[in-house]
Structures are given as structure tokens and as C-alpha cells.
């Protein structure tokens, strides 16, 4: 990094990326349009690769458990019952990380790299007196009008939320991760100079019962996750890929002003002032600054997959949050 962030060398300096579900499926839902979104993103992490960082990958998926639950509910049946929404999540993660690996995999062999990727099915723990159980924020599956939304709450006796100017959406509880139950194992293959992809769709949530780990109906926000796994991996950078370039204050707004590279500290006073959507780039902003309380010298980017092979150049635009 040279214009925006320090001269150090890069080599094994450790970048924990989380890719958001809305940019794996976009418009088309098929799993063919999503493996070639994967495999854009894919050349695009490889540039990372190839400049010697070493990639823990994360990834969204309220896009695809949303879809996954509708499939799940349009072919319930006794001899066939639809399955939970824990077990929907980890479905999203062995769906997603196939798809991402393979295409890792393409990439890499283009550019003669050759390095192992892999993923895991990863358990993320949460408190079974979260608030977040009896008030549901995290939207999942597609976007639907306000009439949709209103016959599908009849139909379904779920709640509906309108999601950042960009259409309704199912919300279910979005607990905040305590801890990644397989993060030792992450560290594992990092250390040996694998490429991970973990805690997918911000982790299977569970709680703790005598009897062991249980599955609880929830989404945890991949953004809190990633923050979490970069703390336990301590990574150098955790770098948040979504639809802007930019965090702006005054979004949307005549006045909007892109934010290049801010202080914990201004970020937190934008917050107060209300700067960032709740459920979209909130929870973005605020799991940055969670990284960056809980590591030393860790720094955090937001911005569009575009830009990532650019953030460590001169080009590109970004947003950079340090202490
Ligand atoms: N202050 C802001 N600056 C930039 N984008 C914002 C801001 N407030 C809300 N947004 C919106 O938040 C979106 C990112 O959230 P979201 O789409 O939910 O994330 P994900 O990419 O993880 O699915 C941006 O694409 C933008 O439309
Ligand atoms: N689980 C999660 O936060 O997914 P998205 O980023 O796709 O909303």
C-alpha cells in the first residue's frame, strides 16, 4: 500500500475479505449466473494472491438462504419436511464455498499459481438471551414490493422490512457472533498457506447446551463475523467488498461526500449523526470499528470488488479505516 495506506512489504501479511451475498447473486438466481459472478470475483482475488497476501476468505448469503427457505416451504411434506433455518445456512455455505473454491481454483491455474483452497463448515456461537431473537433485522431472499411483502406476511406469519430504498424483504434475528467455533482450524491452514473460505453467511449460528452445540434459526451479518474472524486469525487488513466504492456521508444526498481515509474516531461521530443505513451499511461500519478496536495494527477498507486488486496501488477508490 503506497498512497493510502503504509509501504510495508506484503508478504503473508494476512487479509481476512468478505464478499456480500448481493454480489455473488445479483439478478438471476440460477446457480450458473452465481458461479460466474464467483468466477469475476475470483480473477479479480487472485490479483490479490499474486501480490503475495494471504487470502481468509468470508461470504454473504441472505440472498440465497431466502431462496433456499422459499424452496424449502414450497416442497413441505410430511415424508419431506422443510429443513431449519440453521441447517438452510450451512447448506448456503457448502452451495457458496463450492462454487467459490472451483472458481479460486480456475483462476489460480491461469496465473500458475499453485496453492490448496478450501472450505469449511463453520459454527458461529451466539447468546440464547440475544435481544436480536425477539426483535428480526437481517433481511434475507429477494427483494419484493410492499404488496408482496404484505400477502407473504399473511402467508408465511413472518416479518417484512423495507431493506435501504431497494424493495421489502423477509427479516429474521440476526444474533451477534461470540465466537467462531472453528477458527483454531482456520489459523491451522492459514499458517501453512492455504486459502480459506469460512464462516460463509456469517456462520451456522449455535448456542451452547449440556449436550453440546445447537442450531438456532437465525442469520448472523457475515460484516460482524468477519470482524471476528479477523480478530482470532489477526489479520493485517479485513477488507469489506459490497456495491459501492465509497462510504459517503450525506448518501444520495446533493451533498454527498466520499469518505477516503478516516479515523475510528470521525467514523464513530458519523454514526452518531445517523450517516449510515441500519441493515446495510451500518452494520458495515460498525463491525470495522470492532476489528479495529481488537487488533493492533490492523487497518480496514470498504468498497466495491472493482476496486479490490487496486487498494494496494495508487489507483482505485476506497475507504480506509484505521486508528
Ligand atoms: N453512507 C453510505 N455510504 C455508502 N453506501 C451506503 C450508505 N448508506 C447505505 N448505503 C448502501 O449500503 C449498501 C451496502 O449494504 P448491502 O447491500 O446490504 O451490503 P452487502 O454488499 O453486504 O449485501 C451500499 O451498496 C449502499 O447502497
Ligand atoms: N449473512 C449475511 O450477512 O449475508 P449478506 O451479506 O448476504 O446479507
Redesign the pocket.
Known amino acids: 500500500m503506497n498512497r493510502k495506506g503504509s509501504n510495508e512489504t506484503n508478504m503473508n501479511k494476512k487479509i481476512v475479505v468478505a464478499l456480500?451475498?448481493?454480489a455473488i447473486l445479483a439478478d438471476d438466481p440460477s446457480a450458473e449466473a452465481q458461479r460466474e459472478s464467483l468466477r469475476y470475483t475470483s480473477k479479480k482475488l487472485v490479483k490479490l494472491i499474486k501480490q503475495g497476501y494471504q487470502l481468509i476468505i468470508t461470504?454473504?448469503?441472505?440472498?440465497?438462504?431466502g431462496n433456499l427457505l422459499l424452496q424449502q416451504k414450497a416442497g413441505d411434506s410430511l415424508a419431506n419436511p422443510a429443513l431449519p433455518l440453521d441447517t438452510c445456512v450451512a447448506m448456503t455455505q457448502g452451495s457458496i464455498g463450492y462454487w467459490l473454491q472451483n472458481a479460486l481454483r480456475e483462476a489460480m491455474r491461469a496465473e500458475n499459481i499453485e496453492k490448496d483452497v478450501v472450505s469449511i463448515v463453520t459454527q458461529v456461537l451466539v447468546d440464547a438471551d440475544d435481544d436480536a431473537f425477539s426483535n428480526p433485522t437481517?433481511?434475507?431472499g429477494p427483494f419484493l414490493t410492499e404488496e408482496e411483502a404484505a400477502f407473504s406476511r399473511m402467508a408465511d406469519n413472518s416479518t417484512y422490512m423495507e431493506d435501504a430504498g431497494r424493495g421489502w424483504r423477509k427479516v429474521v434475528p440476526?444474533p451477534k457472533p461470540i465466537h467462531i467455533i472453528e477458527s483454531p482450524i482456520v489459523d491451522g491452514l492459514v499458517e501453512k498457506g492455504i486459502i480459506t473460505i469460512s464462516a460463509g453467511?456469517?456462520g451456522i449460528p449455535v448456542i451452547e447446551t449440556p449436550e453440546g452445540y445447537q442450531g438456532v434459526e437465525a442469520?448472523?451479518?457475515?460484516?460482524f463475523?468477519a470482524a471476528k474472524l479477523a480478530e482470532l486469525v489477526n489479520a493485517d487488513y479485513l477488507i469489506i467488498l459490497t456495491g459501492v466504492d465509497n462510504v459517503y456521508v450525506n448518501y444520495n444526498k446533493p451533498n454527498q461526500k466520499k469518505l477516503e481515509r478516516v479515523k475510528t474516531s470521525e467514523m464513530q461521530q458519523h454514526i452518531l449523526d445517523h450517516q449510515f443505513a441500519d441493515g446495510s451499511m451500518l452494520p458495515k461500519i460498525e463491525a470495522v470499528i470492532q476489528f479495529l478496536e481488537n487488533t493492533k495494527n490492523g487497518k480496514a477498507v470498504i468498497t466495491s470488488l472493482a476496486n479490490i486488486d487496486k487498494i494496494f496501488s495508487e489507483e482505485g477508490s476506497f475507504t480506509l479505516v484505521e486508528n
Open positions: 456480500g451475498g448481493n461470504h454473504g448469503n441472505g440472498p440465497q438462504v437481517k433481511p434475507i440476526s453467511g456469517g442469520v448472523i451479518d457475515k460484516d463475523t
